[in-house]
């Protein structure tokens, strides 16, 4: 069974601030891809980032940043200098390398004020 | 570049109608995804294809059918339906061998009456 977690329902911060939203999730797979997505307001879905469950190197693109940790199963995911235009639900994933059976976790809601 | 294009945006139905959602992949992308969102939820997998066949199947009630066309476009077929099918229908499409990431359409808001 497979199981995505977001602890955090609701995050709010002042523009510029630093954020950073978690992800734990459980699988019995050894091989999966994990997963960040935007929701804005719009609705659509907006892919970020993926990553293989070998492949433990932490990513930088830009403001955003992944920290994966294998050994806490972990996928945390951080915004450096927030800005309005990220207020956004983040959504992260999780799917076996052999099925499309992607699995969400519940969505951390950013709101970053001006 | 070309999305994934959902049709329509919005629809509106009654109770006991019926509805079909199309969604046209990525060109050369051989499966296609589709996901419920329910209001405050977390998209759901209903059922995939790939390659013009069923590949997996999730929490997809039995009033509801989808199939895969030969052009690789989708249509979600719902019957019967029920004030709690009104939610976000998302299609997405992926190249299976590359399976980097899921594109997703603008999604479909189906709201039952």
């Known amino acids: 069974a497979q199981k995505v977690t977001q602890a955090q329902t609701e995050i709010s911060v002042v523009e510029k601030e630093d954020v950073t939203l978690d992800c734990v999730y459980e699988?019995?797979?050894?091989?999966?891809?994990l997963f960040w997505y935007k929701q804005p307001p719009s609705g659509e879905l907006v892919f970020l980032i993926r990553?293989?469950?070998?492949?433990?190197q932490n990513e930088i693109s830009g403001r955003y940043s992944w920290n994966f940790q294998k050994s806490t199963s972990s996928f945390n995911f951080t915004i450096t200098a927030s800005q309005v235009v990220d207020s956004a639900v983040y959504f992260c994933?999780?799917?076996?390398?052999?099925?499309?059976?992607?699995?969400f976790g519940a969505g951390t809601r950013l709101t970053v004020k001006p | 570049a070309a999305g994934v294009i959902q049709s329509p945006r919005h629809l509106i139905k009654e109770k006991r109608e019926t509805a079909t959602l199309k969604c046209y992949p990525i060109?050369?992308?051989?499966?296609v995804y589709w996901y419920q969102q329910g209001p405050g939820q977390d998209p759901q997998f209903l059922i995939s294809?790939?390659?013009?066949?069923?590949?997996d199947k999730g929490s997809i009630p039995d009033r509801f059918s989808a199939q895969q066309f030969s052009d690789y476009h989708s249509e979600l077929n719902m019957s019967s339906l029920e004030l709690g099918d009104s939610a976000l229908y998302f299609c997405?499409?992926?190249?299976?061998?590359?399976?980097?990431?899921?594109?997703f359409g603008s999604g479909t808001r189906l709201t039952v009456v």
């Open positions: 997405a499409s992926s190249l299976r061998v590359l399976n980097y990431g899921y594109t």
């Open positions: 699988t019995r797979d050894t091989t999966y891809y």
């Open positions: 990553r293989n469950s070998f492949d433990e």
């Open positions: 994933a999780l799917t076996p390398i052999n099925n499309n059976d992607m699995r």
């Open positions: 060109p050369r992308h051989d499966t």
């Open positions: 294809f790939y390659e013009k066949m069923q590949s």
